[in-house]
Nanobody, 124 residues
């Protein structure tokens, strides 16, 4: 299983950016996490297998949107109104197998596969 994240870069505060993650062969809940310099990795957003359930950490609610295109095996994170505190390496992850279609875990321990990360830098 390979997860390949892309789309990171250097942007200014207030700009938008879309991250993508290809995940062939995975019929699972998918999530985005991030790790800022000197900080622990944290949950950002999750989407259930069929995309019917999403959840976000409070700091990105209303600004970020997670989505998926299962036909293209691609996960997205649309990030709007970016802030300097959004600067981090962003990781996509696939949750462990679970028969519940509405399962959308927020804890890292529920994720079995991780991408390599893509750096997002937001300048003020």
């Amino acid at each position: 299983v390979q997860l390949q994240a892309s789309g990171g870069g250097l942007v200014q505060a207030g700009d938008s950016l879309t991250l993508s993650c290809t995940a062939f062969g995975l019929d699972r809940a998918m999530g985005w996490f991030r790790q800022a310099p000197g900080k622990e990795r944290e949950f950002v957003a999750v989407i259930s297998r069929r995309g019917s359930v999403t959840s976000y950490t409070d700091s990105v609610k209303g600004r970020f949107t997670i989505s998926r295109d299962n036909a293209k095996a691609t996960l997205y994170l649309q990030m709007n109104t970016l802030k300097p505190e959004d600067t981090a390496v962003y990781y996509c992850a696939a949750a462990s197998a679970n028969p519940r279609s509405f399962w959308a875990p927020v804890e890292m321990a529920s994720y079995a596969y991780w991408g390599q990360g893509t750096l997002v830098t937001v300048s003020s």
